[in-house]
């Protein structure tokens, strides 16, 4: 990934980092540690941890926390959405920077160091960096790796890059403050597809969206197909809400899974004319064939049990993008609202970053 850059100079920049949970118990104490334990000066940070209402011991855990740590500040969510707990605690910042953290990842220990150098060296309005996979037994770590991979992700780089580059959005995000009181904080009509929306308003004003795979960040995907099914069923469906605000989201890798699901029925139907049928089972036969080689390379070094799950687990992302995607679609034609548009504002102020 060529050589290390210098991340000495980061200044005197205070640094908010925002968190919104929801019933995240398993892992939001080792979340909490890895964002506590920075090698950024303490007293140049706050954390704020927005709670959507868990029903599990989430609070409970971030309540003990903060009574040992007065840089950790627990808020509450009614909104119960990612970006409505992102905005709450935003607003309730003082930071020159917004660092945004989730409740199932794990920051490097240099995470904030590296960030606010290269705000600061590149003049970006918000960089990001390399999400590591992980996974829990061997459906999980089949997972992680077709997350990994671009046969699986396709244009999401941030999972897979390994130079510095601007990209459309990056994972997580570490922003000048300034940014969002130039276009107003996430849009909370967007779920899950809040970064990505913002990302593309700071782009539209001129700002720089900036990766760097020296900024890491462990993410614990979902642990089975079912929830990964439903996972990206969302990202596809809240890709075409997104496009319909902006359309210049769409690129032409993100309807490849729509495609291979509108061909699915018309395959079918072939399959049943003897004349069609050996095209439609060549067609299945390709995808097979690509699943199992972009599979052979996602897992590289891991045990046959998580080797032989990464065809399928790409074929349900895939499908359940498609099928999203779609849903989306039938949601544009029948004109159902899905709202948009006019994302809370953050007062301005004087910056220092």
């Known amino acids: 990934m060529g050589s290390t850059p210098d991340t000495k100079e980061t200044g005197s920049a205070f640094v908010s980092v925002v968190l919104p949970v929801l019933n995240e118990e398993r892992h939001i104490e080792a979340c909490l540690r890895s964002v506590l334990e920075q ?10 941890v927005a709670d959507g209402g868990s029903t599990d011991r989430t609070r409970e855990i971030v309540a003990a926390v903060a009574a040992r740590d007065p840089r ?3 808020i509450d969510n009614p909104g119960r959405l990612q970006a409505a707990g992102l905005n709450r605690a935003i607003l309730a910042s003082r930071g020159d920077v917004i660092a945004r953290q989730d409740g199932h990842a794990e920051w490097a220990s240099d995470h904030l160091s590296r ?22 037994g061997a459906s999980g770590r089949a997972i992680a790796a077709a997350m990994s991979s671009p046969f699986g992700v396709g244009g999401a780089r941030f999972r897979y890059s390994d130079r510095e580059e601007e990209m459309r959005t990056v994972f997580l995000g570490t922003f000048r403050r300034s940014a969002f009181e130039r276009v107003g904080l996430f849009d909370e009509a967007y779920p899950p597809h809040e970064d990505y929306e913002l ?3 700071i782009r539209s004003t001129g700002g720089r969206i900036l990766f760097s795979p020296w ?5 614990h995907v979902r642990s089975g197909l079912r929830a990964l099914g439903r996972q990206y069923f969302r990202y596809g469906r809240s890709k075409v809400r997104v496009a319909r605000a902006r359309p210049g989201v769409i690129r032409v890798y993100h309807l490849a899974p729509p495609a291979l699901v509108a061909a699915l029925p018309l395959a079918s139907v072939m399959a049943g004319t003897g004349r069609c049928r050996r095209l439609a089972l060549a067609g299945a036969g390709a995808y097979a064939a690509a699943c199992l080689i972009a599979a052979g390379r996602a ?14 687990t790409f074929a349900v992302m895939h499908l359940a993008w498609g099928a999203g995607f779609w849903a989306g679609v039938v949601e544009a034609v029948r004109g159902i609202e899905t709202g948009g548009g006019s994302p809370p504002q953050l007062p301005g102020r004087s910056q220092t970053v």
């Open 39 to 48: 090698d950024y000066p303490p007293e140049r940070y706050e954390v704020i």
């Open 72 to 74: 950790v500040l627990l």
């Open 115 to 136: 960030s606010v150098a290269l705000l600061l060296r590149s003049g970006a309005d918000n960089v990001g960096g390399r999400q590591e996979a992980v996974g829990d």
């Open 199 to 201: 990302n593309e308003r």
């Open 215 to 219: 900024i890491r960040t462990r993410y």
């Open 299 to 312: 897992g590289r070094g891991s045990t046959l049990d998580v080797r032989v799950r990464i065809p399928l």
